[in-house]
């Protein structure tokens, strides 16, 4: 699986799939996302859209119930520019509201509902949604959630939610085209451990949906197994969006279990999968206790959110007899910046090459562009970058210069002109494809009464990053690691919860009080 294209004839072959030049793609996207889907219902209206949980919508149906959604959120005074925060996990409920706020201008806030309670809380308040929204039949965080705070249940034609009572919210201003208009809100705490909420577009969103369907060759009929949480973008766009865009079947799941993962894969026609490493790790965990399984629909796979580590590529390779493809982006790239093609796997873990339609440059620290194989600051261009950060002008000018983002993260071009990544030059973990910020989590332990400073970092174990906590007693005090762990899991997601705590008596630290974590040593 060595190189097989050269950065030219990849462009050639994209073009073949996408049916149109690079500099064209723009002009075949629809004006709002719920278009580009909805389509389907007066093409193909029996083809199977939606699967979940026991639901199965067709097209028509989708529409039907999109509408009726729709209705919901008129009657229940969402205006244009309102924010709908969406608490929820992967479900049928989930994909029709955000279809129905693409229909109406509005903005969908979509959270995971396992968050904690402070968390959801903090997002809440920087969003300043018109309504909270919690999906009680697809998540039993939702449900609990919904409960404590006392909202209202209503059943619908794709499952009940909950709804907490209309806000005084400030809306935004609609005044642009759809186009431009912002759709979806993904919040990421940033590397200062505060929310900030990445603003896509509809055409953020419906690029990289179109995009994505068609250079993995998805088609009508085709069923992908969709896992990847929509709050995430990479599930959200990149997943979910995609299928539905090029009438396939997506297949939504609100939770990741390998061995129910494999037997759809093996008997409802599963034709993809996308996951983040340590999804692929649990298939393979599981696999020996199926000697039988089969999968003959099975025709690609991918993995993405976190680094993908050769061992781990070359064992799912093995098992599955099939390329595992990589790729790479960002919440604020909506999500994809680059990926390998179907039609030319790669044998290293390179994240492939940049996407049709996206310029990317690759800086040193001085600012002049790195030649190919000199490591350098990835910056990306294109219809996939989002418009800024809610709110958050100083923020969003951190990041965005002249339509250009800074990935902060550093790479390098190979001879075959793909990306290779080095490094990164924040501090972001990435926990099995979920972005962790160290200063939001060493915020929460340094509020525990017996801790004075911590300071946490990753460190990779196998295809994953392990959180590691390093922490300074209160001077006179212990602290006790149980008491600690239970205070954190009220503060915080599952997935950002520390693996390991290292206790020192005092944090290696600069003259200026800055600890030094790079003197950070677990020991042995």
Not at 142 to 157: N, P, W
Not at 344 to 354: E, T
């Amino acid at each position: 699986m060595s190189p097989a294209y050269t950065r030219a004839e990849i462009v050639e072959q994209d073009e073949i799939l996408l049916g149109c030049r690079e500099d064209e793609i723009t002009r075949r996207l629809p004006e709002r996302l719920s278009h580009g889907v909805l389509r389907w219902a007066t093409e193909t209206p029996d083809a199977i859209a939606v699967k979940s949980a026991g639901v199965r919508l067709t097209y028509a149906e989708l529409e039907s119930a999109v509408r009726e959604m729709q209705r919901h959120f008129e009657a229940s005074d969402v205006r244009p520019g309102d924010r709908v925060m969406l608490v929820a996990e992967n479900g049928a409920a989930l994909v029709t509201m955000v279809l129905a706020l693409s229909e109406m201008d509005a903005v969908a806030v979509i959270i995971n509902a396992r968050l904690s309670a402070r968390e959801l809380d903090m997002i809440e308040a920087d969003a300043d949604p018109r309504l909270v929204i919690y999906t009680v039949s697809d998540s039993v965080n939702a449900g609990e959630v919904a409960d404590s705070r006392r909202a209202a249940r209503h059943r619908f034609a794709v499952g009940e939610i909950a709804e907490t009572p209309v806000r005084a919210s400030e809306p935004e201003v609609t005044g642009e085209p759809p186009t431009s208009q912002v759709l979806a809100m993904i919040y990421t705490t940033g590397t200062t451990g505060t929310p900030k909420g990445v603003m896509l577009t509809h055409r953020n969103l419906t690029f990289i949906a179109y995009v994505s369907g068609r250079l993995r060759g998805i088609g009508a009929g085709d069923e992908v197994y969709c896992v990847l949480p929509m709050s995430h973008v990479f599930g959200l766009s990149a997943v979910t969006c995609s299928v539905l865009f090029s009438g396939g079947t997506a297949h939504v799941v609100s939770r990741f279990d390998p061995r129910a993962a494999l037997e759809a894969f093996q008997t409802e026609g599963v034709v993809g999968f996308l996951g983040v490493p340590t999804m692929y790790t649990r298939l393979l965990e599981t696999l020996p206790a199926m000697p039988d399984w089969r999968s003959p629909s099975l025709r690609f796979m991918y993995s993405g959110g976190a680094p993908l580590d050769p061992d781990l590529k070359s064992r799912v390779e093995a098992a599955f007899g099939m390329p595992l493809h990589n790729g790479y982006g960002l919440t604020e790239s909506g999500p994809t910046i680059c990926q390998t093609r179907l039609y030319a796997p790669l044998s290293n873990c390179s994240v492939g090459f940049v996407l049709p339609g996206v310029q990317t440059k690759i800086l040193g620290e001085d600012g002049t562009p790195r030649g190919r194989g000199e490591v350098g600051e990835l910056w990306a261009r294109g219809p996939n970058i989002m418009k800024g950060y809610f709110r958050k002008p100083e923020a969003t000018a951190l990041v965005l210069q002249d339509g250009w983002l800074n990935t902060g993260d550093l790479v390098f071009e190979d001879e075959s002109g793909s990306i290779n990544i080095a490094g990164r030059t924040k501090e972001l973990i990435i926990r099995s494809g979920f972005n962790v910020y160290p200063p939001e989590v060493e915020g929460v332990l340094s509020s525990h009464p017996d801790v004075s400073v911590a300071a946490v970092v990753g460190r990779m174990v196998g295809s994953d990053e392990e959180i590691v906590a390093f922490l300074q007693p209160v001077p006179g005090s212990s602290i006790d690691i149980d008491s600690l762990k239970a205070f954190a899991r009220e503060r915080l997601a599952g997935y950002k919860l520390p693996g390991r705590f290292v206790v020192m008596n005092e944090l290696p630290a600069a003259p200026s009080g800055k600890i030094l974590k790079h003197k950070l040593e677990l020991p042995a």
